[in-house]
C-alpha cells in the first residue's frame, strides 16, 4: 500500500528492538524448557563488577524457578563511598543471542548482560529477603531487568545499544513515576571495563546500561535516534535512576490523544507481537479505523512488529507521507479507539480491511508495499 514508507525510513535503527516493544506475551506453544547450563560465566562477570566497585556488600535474588536461561539479579549495596545500588544480571550470556545476519564478527555482539544504578534510599531490602516482597513501586526495575535478560532468548531476537522497550500501553511502571519505558545504552563515565567482558573462547559479554525514559522520550527516540535523544541528557541523568526527573523532551510539541493513556483498558490479549502503527487521525482527532492492513513486518522487526497499520481512510497522501503524523502503539490502544476491529486481528499477513457504507469492516484485496 505505501502509506507508511516514509514512516519506516525514516526510523534511523531498524534493528530487533530499535523500536519499543510494547508487550510479550508467554509463548502458549513452547513448553518449558529447564536451561542446558546454569551461571556458565557468572564467575567472570561478578570478578568484573567486584573489580569496578570493590569492597562493598552484595546479595543476589535467585531466581528459583528457570526457563530456558537462569537470570539471577545482583545487588551491590551503597555505603559512604557508594552513594547508589548497583542491580547487574547474570545468565543471560549463557546462551547466544540470534543476531542479524548482516552483523560482523557476531562473537562480539551475542552475549549480553544488563545493569541499572538505583538510588541509595531506593527500598530493595536485605540478604536473604524474596524480591518479590518489595513494594510494587520499588520491585519493577528488578522485574524489567529479569524479563529483559531473558527476552532475546525467549523471543529468538537480540538486544543491544539502542534498542528500546515500551510498557504496555505506555503505562508509567509505577504510580510514583512517568517513566513508562527505557533504552540500552553504553556505560557512561566508566571505561572499557564496563563496556564488556572479555571470555576464554574469544567470546564478549557486552555489558548494557538500562536508562528508563517517559513517553515524550520514547517517541522523539522512535523519529529521530538513539544518539540524538542521549545527546539531550546531562551526563548525571544517565546515571543513577530517578523517577521524578523532567521529560528532557519537555520543550517538544505534545500530542493530545483522544484518550488519555490512564484511560485506556485491557480490551487485546492476543498472542505473538503487539505493536502496530496508526495515524494521528485515530490516535488525536479520535476517528474510527476506516482502512486496515496487515503487512509482512520489516526484517528484524518480528519481534514487537505485529505488522498492522491503521488509518481513519480520509487522510491525504501529504499527511500519510508526514512520520509525524503517525506513530507506534500497542494493539490494545487502538482497540481502545476502535473495537471494531478487534475481530480482524487474527487474520493473516496479506489482509486488508476497509469500513464501508453500512459502518461494517469488509475484506479488500491486499497489495504489498514496495520500497
Known sequence: ?????????????????????????????????????????????????????????????????????????HVICPDEELPFYVLYTTGMSDLPMTLPEEIEEPELYRRSELYLFLPGDWQLGKPGDVGTDIPPEYYWPIHLIKFLARFPHEYKTWLGWGHTVANPDDAPFAGNTKLCGLMLTQPQG????????????????????????????????????????????????LAVV??????????????????PREELKQLYE????????????????GAPVGYCYREEPDPGDEAWDSGWRFTAGD?????????????????????NYDPDILPLLTAPVGTAYARGADGKFHAEQYTPSED
Not at 534493528?15 to 542446558?36: K, L, V
Not at 538500562?210 to 541523568?237: D, N, V
Request: some cysteine; aromatic content about 12%; glycine content about 6%.
Open 270 to 285: 492476543g498472542d505473538g507481537p503487539q505493536g502496530c502503527i496508526a495515524t494521528d487521525r485515530i490516535v488525536v482527532d
Open 242 to 259: 530517578d523517577i521524578h526527573r523532567e521529560s528532557v523532551c519537555g520543550d517538544l510539541p505534545k500530542k493530545r490523544f483522544a484518550i
Open 315 to 335: 487522510e491525504s497522501d501529504d499527511y500519510l507521507d508526514d512520520p509525524d503524523r503517525s506513530g507506534v502503539y500497542a494493539l490494545n490502544t487502538i482497540c
Open 1 to 73: 500500500m505505501g502509506i507508511f514508507e516514509k514512516f519506516r525510513k525514516n526510523k534511523k535503527e531498524v534493528t530487533p528492538g530499535g523500536s519499543p516493544i510494547y508487550r510479550y506475551e508467554e509463548q502458549e506453544n513452547r513448553e518449558f524448557q529447564m536451561p542446558a547450563e546454569m551461571g556458565r560465566y557468572a564467575g567472570e562477570i561478578e570478578a568484573q563488577f567486584a573489580q569496578l566497585f570493590p569492597d562493598h556488600k552484595s546479595f543476589v535474588f535467585h531466581e528459583l524457578l528457570s526457563d530456558l536461561v537462569h537470570i539471577d539479579v
Open 190 to 237: 566508566f571505561d572499557k571495563d564496563a563496556v564488556c567482558c572479555e571470555l576464554p573462547g574469544g567470546d564478549e559479554v557486552n555489558f548494557y546500561h538500562m536508562i528508563p525514559l517517559t513517553f515524550e522520550e520514547m517517541q522523539f527516540k522512535i523519529y529521530h535516534s538513539a544518539q540524538e535523544l542521549l545527546e539531550r541528557f546531562a551526563p548525571e541523568q
